[in-house]
Nanobody, 126 residues
Framework: QVQLTESGGGVVQAGGSLRLSCAAS????????LAWFRQAPGKEREFVSS????????YYADSVKGRFTCFRNNAENMMYLQMDNLQPEDTAVYYC???????????????????WGQGTQVTVSS
């Protein structure tokens, strides 16, 4: 069983940066496609970014494209989300997720992800 733990959230002013980390235990991450999702207060959880098994392909929601960068280090069983030029609308709880049957056709589908972390809060003040 894969266990995922996010960290790196916090409070930042608009225009600032944060780097989120997702640490995995229980199994090697190289077997999983990974993703970040987020849930803002009063809203549905939404897709942010996804990365293929070896990190050769990445995908982003239009709202974060050009500002966020997802990357992974399989040797360390870690995934990261570098978030630059943060805006108040980025305020949310951010979750990492792992999918053993990840593919390029459903990387943004929450129901296909098998394991989830507990989330880390990101708050961007204006």
């Amino acid at each position: 069983q894969v266990q995922l733990t996010e960290s790196g959230g916090g409070v930042v002013q608009a225009g600032g940066s944060l780097r989120l980390s997702c640490a995995a235990s229980g199994y090697t991450l190289v077997s999983y496609g990974l993703a970040w999702f987020r849930q803002a207060p009063g809203k549905e959880r939404e897709f942010v970014s996804s990365i293929s098994w070896r990190g050769t392909s990445t995908y982003y929601a239009d709202s974060v494209k050009g500002r966020f960068t997802c990357f992974r280090n399989n040797a360390e069983n870690m995934m990261y989300l570098q978030m630059d030029n943060l805006q108040p609308e980025d305020t949310a709880v951010y979750y990492c997720a792992a999918d053993a049957t990840w593919s390029r056709t459903h990387y943004d589908s929450q129901r296909d992800y098998d394991y989830w972390g507990q989330g880390t809060q990101v708050t961007v003040s204006s």
